[in-house]
């Protein structure tokens, strides 16, 4: 039986939601992961990854940044902000957590259809997420980040005028055929015009991106 996504959520939405660390993202269709809006201002994102090779197992990836763009790391944008927790936890620790002697083992996974496995990924979660916002350096250079700061920005535009946006007399040429992951209309419109205004990279996938993240942004902000 080959796992997937909804079965993964299933068996670890409420372990992580126990640990009060990520809203799941499923409360717009969005996208199937889970995120949390940091004292700092920053997003807190984990995305779950289900392997093509190996049909039981998963991983996840963190995403720590001033914007829900999962996994953005182009321009000036940290690398170190896209990260599996493996990379994250020392070499005994990955002794512990991984249960072998390779030292140097840090893209790991684990098993979906296995209670125990299950149960240790929620471990490197609780042992790892912390780690990212608690690094100062890391946080700094995402503020100094030219490339996020744009992100912010336009998601903030977004969300400030999208509930006026009607009444703005605009062409839109970038609109998507039809609805995607359930976001509203205006959403795009709004993505548009704002991309359109500020004198961004304009085309049908920078509008569905912008209005994906700024959406994304909105309903965690009012959590």
């Known amino acids: 039986m080959k796992l997937t996504k909804a079965k993964l959520i299933s068996k670890v939405k409420a372990p992580l ?15 199937k992961d889970f995120s949390r809006k940091l004292e700092n201002g920053f997003y807190l994102s984990l995305g779950l990854t289900i392997s093509r090779f190996i049909e039981n197992a998963f991983t996840g990836t963190f995403y720590y940044s001033k914007t829900t763009s999962w996994g953005a790391v182009w321009g ?14 020392t070499a005994e620790e990955r002794k512990i957590y991984f249960d ?3 030292e140097k083992l840090r893209d790991y996974w684990w098993d979906g259809f296995d ?5 240790s990924f929620i471990e490197v979660i609780k042992l790892t997420e912390s780690r990212l916002f608690e690094n100062t350096l890391l946080t700094k250079r995402i503020e ?9 920005n336009y998601a903030d535009e977004v969300k400030k005028l999208v509930s006026g946006i009607e009444k703005l007399n605009f062409t839109y040429s970038y609109l998507p055929d039809k609805k995607i992951d359930g976001i509203p209309i205006q959403w795009f419109k709004t993505s548009e015009y704002v991309l359109k205004e500020q004198n961004g990279i304009l085309n049908k996938n920078t509008v569905k991106n912008l209005a994906s993240d700024a959406f994304i942004q909105s309903i965690i902000d009012n959590l």
Not at 17 to 31: G, K
């Open 17 to 31: 939601e126990a640990l009060d660390m990520y809203i799941l993202r499923n409360q717009c269709p969005v996208r």
């Open 76 to 89: 000036d944008i940290p690398e170190e902000s896209y990260i599996r927790p493996g990379f994250l936890i």
């Open 100 to 102: 072998t002697e390779n």
């Open 115 to 119: 209670d125990s496995s299950i149960a």
């Open 144 to 152: 100094d980040s030219l490339s996020v700061s744009q992100l912010k």
